[in-house]
């Protein structure tokens, strides 16, 4: 399913006049009232015209947090991209592309599956520290 929607995507030019996607189904951090929209869709559109400005438009928004991001750092010399979106060469071609940064895809298929373990073992640690340097003070 997902080889055919990045086909879809793939095959509308990004010069092409496709509707715009704001992907805010939850409002933003920006502002609670800012919500989800599809502006400027017209009959001619097809799927992959849909697709692609949804694409485009939930690259657009992780885009508006790496500028926050690098407002107090030097630019990376390149960004590593996992989970989901990895998977894709559009999605990744698509950050590489409106960032303007070099992307990396994590060899690995499984960071969901780290990052969930890795949690509690954190959490583990912060407990054992927290509870060491109680008994030293007693």
Known sequence: MYERINTLVNGISPTENTPVYVPFLYGTNESGRSLAALEGLSHAHTVGHILRAVYEGVVFSHYTHILRLLENR?????????????????????????????????????????????????????????????????
């Open 74 to 138: 030097d630019p990376p010399a390149a960004i590593k991209l996992a989970g989901g979106a990895a998977r894709s060469r559009v999605w990744v071609q698509m950050f590489a592309d409106v960032c303007a940064f070099p992307w990396r895809r994590w060899r690995s298929t499984s960071w969901e599956l780290l990052g969930a373990m890795a949690y509690p073992r954190l959490w583990l640690w912060v407990i054992t520290v927290t509870i060491t340097k109680q008994r030293s003070a007693w």
